[in-house]
């Protein structure tokens, strides 16, 4: 029988097509957390994720908003000195986090990712109205006047269409995309 | 007329509609074509990304078979569009599994990859393409005295691919010398702007900008030129959020490239879109009022 897989080789496994090194040759330096420009607003930096995979702190791994807290400036990226391609790293956290569904609901970008890919999944291109459910109640009232402010302004200089521009080929698009994940009929 | 394989991009449709209008201007005055890909899709953005990657690099690789067509130099406008299409380019050539499966799925759309194509940003076509001298010889409205701060961003630079400078480049105040402007140095150049966190934590990307506008107006830049639609939204549809929380009162106008570029060249402003931005560019009409010098 099978060893049991530890998270921490599970989440190596997800690492497994990366270009950059594996998180086991990190040497705690730091450099990650110094450079990156989001870091006051993460639980853990992204030095302290790290070694907790190492420890296998599953949980807290899971419910840490850090990875979620990722701009994807991969500055952290050119200066690794063990060349570990820690951006890639939260990405493969956040795709692991939400097929396990398991991240901390107040955290507006799960939400947003999923109403991203079925909108693109609709009509092939990005159209920002589309996305606003996803996130605008957690603005509270304030937030939702300025938010529909900008969105009147956007519209009256002419850089917001008022409907999604849908692509020509669409249909042959989503065959597409079901030879990739075979997942039976769209509902 | 050199023609390109033109890849839009999203944004250049809505918010950054002004970023499309300049590119093709400027381009057309430097004897470029940028000729759109035909039912170009989404290329997947970074949302795509964080639910499943095989699927985005499908998405990507549908728009690169496009061009591939065409036979043309894939070209984006767009930081993230450019950064997602340079490395699927880059992976399905490395990796023969990977586009066998991609290329299995592009069947459904009679299309093929071979490759490789040639992924290039917009600014590299102005700045390889045709070149700085090349760029001197077509200005007939120099940018005489306007202090731009070049905002490089990330993902034009990041991740590192050759042999690129990824701390301090220089290539954007060149193409702003060439115009006749005067580039300013500022520390913050190649700093995040906080991209999709606009959206998803704005808390985070408010500070970012903050950061950033304060760092060119402490070298009194008059403006702020971008490369990529989601920074340009941050720096300006924004910048009104940013006096609000942090009680500053920046008036920081914020335009691509493009458009100074354009304007160089002698093309009339509204053409390049100026006048639909939020940020008011009246602190730069004397630029824009200057006779051209033939």
């Not at chain 1, 996305?131 to 300025?146: D, V």
């Not at chain 2, 394989?5 to 940028?34: M, Q, V």
Request: glycine residues 6%.
């Amino acid at each position: 029988m099978a060893a049991k897989l530890t998270f921490s080789k599970e989440i190596a496994n997800l690492l497994y097509a990366m270009h950059g090194n594996p998180i086991k040759d990190c040497i705690q330096c730091g450099t990650c957390s110094g450079t990156c420009p989001a870091v006051e607003f993460m639980d853990h930096s992204p030095r302290e994720l790290i070694a907790m995979i190492g420890a296998n702190l599953k949980d807290e791994v899971l419910h840490s908003n850090t990875y979620w807290s990722c701009a994807s400036c991969y500055y952290c990226n050119v200066r690794c000195p063990a060349g570990i391609d820690i951006a890639d790293l939260m990405y493969a956290l956040k795709r692991y986090s939400m097929w396990k569904d398991q991240y901390k609901k107040d955290l507006i970008g799960p939400k947003f990712s999923e109403s991203f890919v079925k909108m693109i999944m609709r009509t092939g291109r990005s159209f920002e109205p589309v996305l606003a459910p996803s996130y605008i109640f957690k603005y509270g009232t304030r937030g939702i006047i300025q938010e529909a402010q900008t969105a009147s302004a956007l519209v009256l200089k002419g850089r917001l269409p008022l409907l999604p521009k849908k692509i020509k080929r669409l249909e042959n698009l989503k065959r597409m995309v079901r030879r990739i994940i075979p997942i039976g009929e769209p509902s | 007329m050199k023609q390109y394989a033109y890849y839009p991009g999203c944004s250049l449709e809505s918010l950054a509609k002004s970023y499309h209008l300049s590119s093709i201007e400027a381009a057309r005055e430097l004897g470029l074509e940028l000729k759109e890909i035909e039912d170009w899709n989404c290329c997947g953005a970074t949302a795509y990304f964080h639910v499943d990657e095989l699927l985005a690099y499908t998405l990507v690789a549908r728009n690169l078979a496009l061009a591939e067509k065409e036979n043309l130099d894939f070209v984006a406008p767009c930081s993230g569009c450019y950064k997602n299409a340079y490395f699927t380019n880059d992976y399905l050539q490395q990796d023969p599994g990977l586009a066998e499966h991609i290329n299995f799925a592009l069947e459904e759309d009679n299309l093929h990859i071979s490759g490789p194509i040639n992924v290039r940003h917009l600014i590299e076509v102005f700045v390889e393409d045709v070149g700085f001298e090349e760029i001197k010889k077509h200005v007939s409205r120099p940018l005489k005295d306007l202090r731009v701060a070049p905002y490089y961003g990330c993902q034009l630079l990041r991740p590192k691919k050759d042999s690129e400078d990824v701390e301090n480049p220089q290539f954007f105040e060149d193409l702003l010398s060439a115009i006749g402007s005067d580039p300013v140095e500022y520390g913050s150049k190649t700093h995040c702007c906080g991209s999709s966190l606009i959206i998803t934590n704005r808390e985070a990307a408010l500070d970012m900008v903050y950061k950033l506008l304060q760092d060119a107006a402490n070298r009194e830049a008059d403006v702020i030129a971008t490369i990529c639609p989601l920074c340009n939204v941050n720096l300006e549809l924004y910048q009104k959020q940013v006096n609000r929380e942090f009680g500053t009162d920046f008036s920081m106008p914020v335009m691509y490239f493009t458009q100074l570029l354009g304007l160089a060249l002698g093309v009339e402003p509204g053409r390049l879109g100026i006048g639909k931005d939020f940020v008011s560019t009246d602190s730069m009409q004397f630029i824009m009022q200057n006779p051209q010098s033939s």
